[in-house]
């Protein structure tokens, strides 16, 4: 029960972004309770006979039984084909209002960081500056106080979802607006 979580490159606190909670329940795919199942879905056209735990979604069994995603490939542009496999069938997604999209950066997929407002941030200006021009020119806010209005009131109606790049260290964002 003590055994610790696999490590997941792309989602690498998925206790504290809430992909996995405490369960007693067994896993519909290996069939032993671990102390740990998935909050979210497998996409799969079979039917998953229950949650399930950390470890068959990190090796990748699974997937691989069901034939199914954790997370869908929306955003994953420009990366390789053993990245894209790694965070569609063997990486937790997180839930968002919108349809979750998955950041790149440097060709490679970045790490989910978690949901943030605000304040968080603030502690990393260079996503910060990346939203604020994606904002403007993807998003239309033309108007520079308005923006900035917005992106202070984030962590309320809407927020960000923060990734890190894996490579290059520096953290990105996109709104995700209920
Ligand atoms: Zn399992
Ligand atoms: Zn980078």
Redesign the pocket.
Known sequence: MSRALPFFRYHPDPVATGAFKVSRETCGCCGQARGRVYTGGLYSRHEVPGPICPWCIADGTAAERFDGEFVDAYGLDGVSRDVLREVTRRTPAFSAWQDPRWLV??HDAAAFRGEVGYTELTEHPEALDQLRTDLRLGGGWHDADRLDEFLRSLGHDASAMLFR?T????HLAYVDAS
């Open positions: 950066h440097c790049c490579v290059c260290g520096s």
